[in-house]
C-alpha cells in the first residue's frame, strides 16, 4: 500500500505569512522615513549627528516682537502641573543646561514648529511661547541667544534644554550639560539697540490694555499709508487698535461714501517722507498685516 503523500503548509496560509513579512517591511520604513523610504529610522537614544556641520557659521535667534498669542497655558507633564509665566522679559536664573539633539529632530515642538537640531531654539517648562532668551555659559562666558519654542526638560532639575547646535556654540555639546546664565529679552528694545530706526513698540504679553481713544483724522495734504477698508466699522476699529499697539505713527478710521455705501479705511501717518513709509511697510508685512498702499488725503 502507499503510504499517503504528507502535506505541507496551505496556500492560504503561506499567502497570509507573504502579506504579513510585507507589512512588517513596510511598516519599518514607514517609521523611519522623513521623505523617503532610504530615509534612516529615528534613533531610539538621543545624541548627535553622525555628520559634521559647523555651526559657528550659524547665527543666533533674532529678537522678534511677537504679535500673536503666546502659549502660556497652564498643563500637566509626568504628573507634574506647569503654570506659565505670562511675560519672560525679566526672567533670570542660574542653573543646569542640557541639550536635546538626532532622536527629537524633525518633531513638532510644543510651539508647533518642527525641531531643527541645527536651530538656535531651546525647551523651557514655564517660559512663555515665544521668548528670547540670552544663554551664558559660566564656565567659558560664551554667550548666544536662543528662541524658547519648545517644553522641558522635565527629567531633572536642568533649567533649560537647548538645541544641538545651541549647545555646540556654548562648548559643552561634549559634556552634556554646563552651569549657564539666562536671562530674558525684550525683542523691541533688542531691536531698538541693534536695529537703527525700528518703529515696533512692545505688545503687551499678558491680556492686552485697553485700546486709546481714537484720534481725530487728520488734516489734509499729508502721506498717509491705508492698510484696509471695511463695510463694517467694528472691523475696521478692530484693525485700528491692533495697528497702533504695532507702531508709533498714528492710526485712524478715515469714513468715505462709495456707491451709497459707507467704506471705513484704517490708515495710519502722516509719514514724514517716502523712506519712512517703507519701514512702516515692511513692519506690517512682517506682522502678517498685509501690505498697505501709500496715499494722500482728500
Not at 561634549?174 to 528694545?189: F, H, M, S
Not at 513698540?201 to 488734516?219: E, F, Y
Not at 484696509?228 to 497702533?244: I, K, P, T, V
Request: glycine share 8%.
Amino acid at each position: 500500500m502507499n503510504k499517503p503523500l504528507r502535506r505541507g503548509p496551505g496556500v492560504a496560509v503561506i499567502i497570509m505569512l507573504m502579506t504579513l513579512l510585507a507589512a512588517c517591511s513596510s511598516s519599518s520604513v514607514k517609521q523611519g522615513e522623513t521623505g523617503s523610504a532610504a530615509s534612516k529610522p529615528r534613533p531610539s537614544q538621543d545624541g548627535a549627528p553622525d555628520y559634521f556641520m559647523d555651526v559657528s557659521q550659524i547665527p543666533d535667534a533674532v529678537p522678534t516682537p511677537h504679535t500673536g498669542v503666546y502659549k502660556a497655558s497652564p498643563y500637566r507633564v509626568l504628573g507634574r502641573n506647569y503654570n506659565p509665566m505670562q511675560d519672560g522679559r525679566n526672567y533670570r536664573e542660574t542653573g543646569l543646561a542640557s541639550w536635546y539633539g538626532t532622536k527629537f529632530h524633525g518633531q513638532l515642538t510644543a510651539n508647533g514648529e518642527p525641531y531643527d537640531l541645527y536651530g538656535m531654539t531651546a525647551a523651557h517648562k514655564t517660559l512663555p511661547l515665544p521668548t528670547y532668551v540670552r544663554v551664558t555659559n559660566v564656565d567659558n562666558q560664551r554667550s548666544i541667544i536662543v528662541r524658547v519654542n519648545d517644553r522641558g526638560p522635565f527629567h531633572s532639575d536642568r533649567i533649560i534644554d537647548l538645541s544641538y547646535a545651541a549647545a555646540v556654540k556654548l562648548g559643552f555639546a561634549d559634556k552634556g550639560t554646563a552651569r549657564v546664565k539666562v536671562e530674558g529679552i525684550d525683542p523691541v528694545v533688542w531691536q531698538q539697540q541693534n536695529n537703527p530706526g525700528y518703529l515696533v513698540r512692545a505688545q503687551p504679553q499678558a491680556q492686552p490694555a485697553a485700546a486709546p481713544a481714537k484720534p481725530a483724522a487728520p488734516v489734509a495734504g499729508g502721506l498717509y499709508l491705508q492698510v484696509g477698508a471695511f463695510s463694517s466699522g467694528q472691523a475696521a476699529e478692530q484693525l485700528r487698535a491692533q495697528l497702533q499697539g504695532l507702531v508709533q505713527a498714528p492710526v485712524f478710521v478715515s469714513p468715505v461714501q462709495v456707491n451709497a455705501r459707507t467704506l471705513h479705511r484704517v490708515r495710519l501717518g502722516p509719514v514724514d517722507n517716502h523712506d519712512q513709509a517703507k519701514e512702516l511697510m515692511e513692519t506690517l508685512r512682517l506682522a502678517n498685516l498685509g501690505t498697505p498702499t501709500l496715499v494722500s488725503t482728500n
